[in-house]
């Protein structure tokens, strides 16, 4: 029998090697004649580019953001001289591929190519962008299929709790619709799609993100060209921030006879720009932002009450910023798992400050796993997009590891502050016979 293998004696592992410090990006940012705001970067891990166009928007009332559905799913559906079958034939001849969402603040088209495809790949861009055909056919067609998908997504508890947790945070706003009623789509024709795109697909203003491993200011010529007949008269409307979210009380999602409860947590956070970011980062780290968290050690490990325990800083245009704290338990033990979250979090933000041990080994995870994101083009890609809808620059990446390596611990105590429970409001969804009595039970320090 072969003996089992054994970790090596600590002193016996070469020590971690120091870390190096991150390289200038090569990349541009340019203007092009027609407004549009191009960042061109170099990346040759593998023949490939990588491509992001960032449009954003206002949001708007709720018949708009089901206009704005409709438009994402036709837009690449066909232009005047190829239908989507040709359009689709186009793309895999290069290896390339071209998609679409949308969300209350922006619509992305993403897309991907061999490295020499990137012409075609802009090309069809281009073609979908200044002659899109809104073919009635497909417009229907894509309309039952999204329909159908809203039907089943709202039927999620998952989904419905997130959307009651966005309308208990910003009330109205457009960011409590991330996804509109399915019956707004019937109102939706191709002449309603055509109107909001002669309103919203307009490039002064918009940002394209281009990860190659071309010369970023040859990548970023060859985007110009390549746009330039893709004009307007008009400026993106930026999105608006919402107000501020205020702490305090929970609702109630009734779902009766569910043996599960949903509960998700929110309070402000700093956005990307602020100083404070790389702080709150680590320290919402510790917290419940990777499995090594406090989150999961009391409410998985300790007291079983979950298998899995989050905390996520999700950023919005306008510098507005949420911590979300999500976890879901049996019905039957959400108020002490309630009551165990708000102890943890009065713990970090003031009886139990983050330990410098924690800082250290959540710092690293953090460089770590963002050091690692950027060396693909499609992470690097991701990340400029992050940055244009903040508003920064290429530059701002070098930057971001260097003051998270930096970052100490007084610092993250300092951020850590901003988890005290009375910031925090949130949704609690499941049976409401089970759930109010174990939430209005004294001591449990929230409110329905």
Known sequence: MT??????PADLLPPLAAARPAAPLDAVTVV???????????????????????????????????????????????????????????LADVGAQLSARVDPERLVLSGSALADGLPRLLQVLADCLTEPAFDPQD????????????????????????EALLRRCHGDHPLSRETPESGLLAAVDPDAIRQLAQQRLVPRGATLVVVGGAEPKVT??????????????RTVTAPTAPDP????????????????????????ALPRSDPGYEAQLVANLVLGGYFSSRLVAELRESLGYVYHAQSTVE???????????????????A???????RHELAKIADSAPPTDAEVTAARSYAVGITALALTGQSGLAHHLLTLASAGLDHG?????????????????RAAARSFAPDRFTGVVAGDPEVLRPELESPGGGWTL
């Open 335 to 341: 108020g002490a798992a309630l009551r165990a979250a």
């Open 220 to 233: 970023a010529d060859q985007v110009g060209a390549a746009l330039a007949r893709w004009r307007s008269d």
């Open 32 to 90: 092009a004649e027609n407004g549009l705001r191009v960042l061109a970067a170099r990346s040759s891990t593998v023949p490939l580019v990588e491509l992001r166009l960032l449009i954003p928007s206002d949001g708007g009332p709720a018949q708009l953001g089901a206009t704005a559905e409709l438009l994402a799913a036709t837009l690449l559906g066909g232009t005047r001289k190829h239908g989507r079958a040709a359009l689709d034939d186009r």
């Open 396 to 412: 701002w990446l070098p930057g971001h590891l260097h003051r998270l390596r930096a970052v100490t611990p007084d610092a993250v």
């Open 245 to 268: 979210v205020r702490g305090g009380g929970l609702d109630l999602l009734p779902r009766p006879g569910a043996r599960q409860a949903q509960i998700r947590l929110a309070a402000p």
């Open 315 to 333: 950023e919005h245009a306008g510098g507005s910023a949420l911590t979300v704290l999500g976890f879901d338990t049996d019905t039957r033990t």
């Open 139 to 162: 417009v229907a067609e894509q309309r039952a299929r999204l329909r159908q998908r809203i039907d089943v997504a709202r039927r999620l508890p998952k989904n419905a709790v997130r």
């Open 3 to 8: 003996a089992p293998a054994t970790e090596p």
